[in-house]
């Protein structure tokens, strides 16, 4: 059974950072590109970040790069999002995701391409 455990979010004041991890079990990490959607009330979910299978390429939305970085460790099977800087606007619930596949991350898949989700972290940031 493959999970996707999220874990680090919290509320946070404007300016202040967040690591956010997700620990993942029952499948083969290193298989899969790993990214970071986020769904704020009223929205569609976003990918914010991406990264290969190998760690070599990542790619982010417009709107937090510069301020967040992702990076996964095979080793552990574990993916990470550093959010510094945050914004309000920031504010949504956090999902991990899986993508089955060794590519590049140069475009940002959608929720369609996502094969495994975790069940998210809250992130609330306030101004």
């Known amino acids: 059974q493959v999970q996707l455990v999220e874990s680090g979010g919290g509320s946070v004041q404007a300016g202040d950072s967040l690591r956010l991890s997700c620990a993942a079990s029952g499948l083969t990490f290193s298989e899969y590109a790993m990214a970071w959607f986020r769904q704020a009330p009223g929205k569609d979910r976003e990918c914010v970040a991406v990264i290969s299978w190998s760690g070599r390429s990542t790619f982010y939305a417009d709107s937090v790069k510069g301020r967040f970085t992702i990076s996964r460790d095979n080793a552990k099977d574990t993916v990470i999002l550093r959010m510094n800087n945050l914004k309000a606007e920031d504010t949504a619930v956090y999902y991990c995701?899986?993508?089955?596949?060794?590519?590049?991350?140069?475009?940002?898949?959608?929720?369609?391409?996502?094969?495994?989700w975790g069940r998210g972290t809250q992130v609330t940031v306030s101004s």
């Open positions: 995701a899986a993508r089955l596949g060794r590519r590049s991350a140069t475009l940002a898949p959608g929720v369609e391409d996502i094969h495994y």
